[in-house]
């Protein structure tokens, strides 16, 4: 098209292709861009992933690694338990593990017969661990007793009283037959699976840890604690001298040499294009996931005291 003046201007179908190479290249850059974002996004999300399951594996193995610290002398086969795919979410394992945590020296008087801790950091937080309630409620204490450089005996002892950071126990036996004694309490941790509901109602899988405490009457009492959130799965596996196996009464508690820890931590948004399966961890009996998150199974396996 020619102007009166003589200038030439654009035809409509030049202005049309014209257009129309635009928006393919807006759209192409648009494409990319967004591929890109989603790239970042699965890339956060794998991060976030890894980050949950190393934290939740590694405060497992804390325990597992201090499994048996002279809680075998009370009891060697009950050191570690598992319930195999009766978790409180179906499919999932449930791991317990005993030991005696704290380990503080005492000084021993003749008149009363007694024990004295000037430390109550049994788990070396900088905080105080006993409360004025574990008295009232019969405080049991379990003791750990060195006789010479290569006897050690572990003992269950009542506390009889405090006075500001000093606890004072009742030892049981002869007064005066302990060398350098050592007074700890016995732990016992429970992790599962569970579910949290979130402020909208939704149900949110998560790890928790149960510190389990017990009277002088045997009562139990208990404490939870929610170690990390959108932890889908919790499965264990068991080695001994043979077998291995998941069923822990296949190995026998005693015989357990080493545990392997598998849990399957996923996103908390959906990132993913299409719903993926869910990870098989060992036997788990965990039905496919039906949303789009991320997830990935991680292990880890550690061995226990013999």
């Known amino acids: ?3 009166a003046g003589g200038t030439r201007g654009f035809t409509l179908i030049e202005l049309m292709v014209a257009l129309a190479l635009s928006m393919l290249v807006v759209g192409g850059a648009l494409r990319l861009l967004s591929a890109q974002r989603q790239g970042h996004e699965r890339h956060d999300a794998m991060v976030d992933v890894r980050q949950r399951a190393r934290f939740s594996l590694d405060a497992i193995a804390r325990d597992l690694h201090a499994a048996g610290l002279w809680a075998r002398v009370l009891d060697p086969a009950t050191v570690v338990e598992s319930d195999n795919n009766t978790g409180p979410v179906g499919g999932t394992d449930t791991l317990t ?3 005696v945590a704290g380990q503080e020296a005492a000084t021993i008087t003749t ?4 024990l004295t801790l000037a430390s109550l950091d049994w788990d070396g937080d900088g905080r105080d661990d006993l409360d004025g309630d574990d008295f009232t409620n019969d405080k049991v204490v379990d003791m750990v007793v060195s006789e010479g450089p290569f006897g050690q005996r572990l003992e269950r002892v009542q506390a009889i ?3 500001g950071n000093l606890l004072t126990l009742r030892p049981p036996g002869v007064v005066g037959s302990y060398d350098r004694p050592m007074a700890g309490e016995l732990m016992e941790v429970v992790y599962t699976v569970g579910l949290f509901v979130d402020a909208s109602g939704e149900q949110i899988p998560c790890l928790y840890r149960e510190r ?3 009277d002088s009457h045997g009562n139990r009492t208990s404490q939870r604690q929610q170690l990390a959130t959108d932890i889908d799965d919790l499965q264990l596996r068991f080695g001994g001298a043979p077998p291995v196996a998941d069923d822990l009464a296949a190995v026998g ?3 357990v040499t080493a545990v392997t820890i598998t849990v399957v931590a996923r996103s908390d948004e959906e990132v993913l294009p299409a719903p993926a399966p869910f990870p098989q961890g060992q036997d788990s009996t965990r039905a496919s996931a039906a949303d789009r998150r991320l997830r990935a199974s991680y292990s880890l396996t550690v061995a226990l005291r013999n």
């Open 1 to 3: 098209m020619v102007a």
């Open 111 to 114: 008149l009363p017969p007694t």
């Open 253 to 255: 508690a005693a015989n």
């Open 161 to 163: 009283g405090r006075a």
């Open 212 to 214: 389990v405490r017990f």
């Open 97 to 99: 593990v005993r030991y």
